[in-house]
C-alpha cells in the first residue's frame, strides 16, 4: 500500500459526458502529480499541485482541469469525453525534499 | 512526449536468469528512477540512481548509469516468476521540474517458473 488513494477504481462513462477523480496523497505530502496512461502514448504527465497551487502543467488538454484542496487532496476533472480520453489516471505524492514518487492504484477511465 | 525508449519492448526468461533492460534518454537529467507495474496497477518504486552516480544495488537489482550516453540499465538477478511485470524508467530534471517524471515506453518482463 503506496498510502495514495485514488477513487473510483473504475468508472465507464459516455461520450460528452464529465468526471471527477480524486486523489489523496500520503499523510504529510503536499505535492500531488497527476499520469495518464494510455496504449498510444504512453505514461505522461498531466499537472502538479503542491500545497493548493499549480506547479506545472504537461501534456494536459484545456478540456481537463484539476485542483488541489486545503486538506491536500486533489480532483482532476475531465470533460466533454471523447473516446480517445479512456486510459488509466494515475496520481502520486513525493515527500518534501525526497523524488522518489508514491503512486496510486490509478483509475481505469473507460469512455463508450 | 516520452523522454527516451527501452529495450527490449518485451523480455521472456526462464525463472533464476538474469534480466537486463535498457533505457535511453534525451535531456540532463537530475537522477533516474525505475518503477515496476503490475498488470495495469499502481506503479511502485524500485531504485533511484543520481546523476553523479554510476551505479547502485538493492537486493537483487542493480542500475548503471551513463550520462555520457544518456541510458541506464536495470539488472535484475536471479529472477523469480513473482518478478512478471512492466518495468519503466522515468528521469527527473531538477529544477522547476522538481518531482515531474518523465517515463519511457517500458519493458514487459515474463518469467517463466
Known amino acids: 500500500d503506496s498510502g495514495v488513494t485514488q477513487t473510483p477504481k473504475h468508472l465507464i462513462t459516455a461520450t460528452g459526458q464529465r468526471v471527477t477523480l480524486r486523489c489523496s496523497p500520503r499523510?504529510?505530502?503536499?505535492?500531488v502529480y497527476w499520469y495518464q496512461q494510455s496504449l498510444d502514448q504512453g505514461l505522461q504527465f498531466l499537472i502538479q499541485y503542491y500545497n493548493g497551487e499549480e506547479r506545472a502543467k504537461g501534456n494536459i488538454l484545456e478540456r481537463f482541469s484539476a485542483q488541489q484542496f486545503p486538506d491536500l487532496h486533489s480532483e482532476l476533472n475531465l470533460s466533454s469525453l471523447e473516446l480517445g480520453d479512456s486510459a488509466l489516471y494515475f496520481c502520486?505524492?513525493?515527500?518534501?525534499?525526497?523524488?522518489?514518487?508514491?503512486f496510486g492504484q490509478g483509475t481505469r477511465l473507460t469512455v463508450v | 512526449s516520452q523522454q527516451g525508449e527501452e529495450d527490449p519492448q518485451a523480455l521472456s526468461i526462464q525463472e533464476g536468469e538474469n534480466a537486463t533492460m535498457n533505457c535511453s534518454y534525451k535531456?540532463?537529467?537530475?537522477?533516474l528512477q525505475w518503477y515496476r507495474q503490475n498488470s495495469g496497477r499502481g506503479l511502485v518504486h524500485l531504485i533511484l540512481?543520481?546523476?553523479?552516480?554510476r551505479e547502485k544495488h538493492s537486493g537483487r537489482l542493480r542500475v548503471t548509469l551513463d550520462t555520457s550516453k544518456k541510458s541506464s540499465s536495470l539488472l535484475i538477478t536471479a529472477s523469480r516468476a513473482a518478478d512478471t511485470a512492466s518495468y519503466f524508467c522515468?528521469?527527473?530534471?531538477?529544477?522547476?521540474?522538481?518531482?515531474?517524471?518523465?517515463f519511457g515506453q517500458g519493458t514487459i518482463l515474463t518469467v517463466h517458473p
Open positions: 540512481i543520481r546523476s553523479n552516480e
Open positions: 535531456t540532463s537529467i537530475n537522477n
Open positions: 502520486a505524492s513525493i515527500r518534501e525534499g525526497n523524488t522518489e514518487a508514491f
Open positions: 499523510s504529510g505530502d503536499l505535492s
Open positions: 522515468a528521469t527527473e530534471s531538477g529544477g522547476t521540474s522538481y518531482g515531474k517524471l518523465t
